[in-house]
């Protein structure tokens, strides 16, 4: 079976792509080096950049501080 010939004046259709899809490179916003992980992708920043702007909250559990208490009565 031979294929059609095109209608003149139509263009033709688009080649199929040769291999998979390539991802483009997607950069940090703020230092501009190319990302690799799915999450660094996803928000747009590196670990190190993503760091710098949101720093991890001090961890309750292990913050600790004296007290001055008076001696209790009768001891």
Known sequence: MELPEPFPGFPEPPAEP???AVRRPVRCALCGRPLT???????????ACDAKLHPAGPD??????????????GT
Do not use: K, N
Request: net charge positive; hydrophobic share 20%.
């Open 18 to 20: 040769a291999g998979p």
């Open 37 to 47: 992980g799915a999450e660094s992708r996803r928000t747009g920043l590196g670990p």
């Open 60 to 73: 309750i559990r292990t913050r600790r501080h004296e007290v001055d208490q008076d001696p209790l009565p």
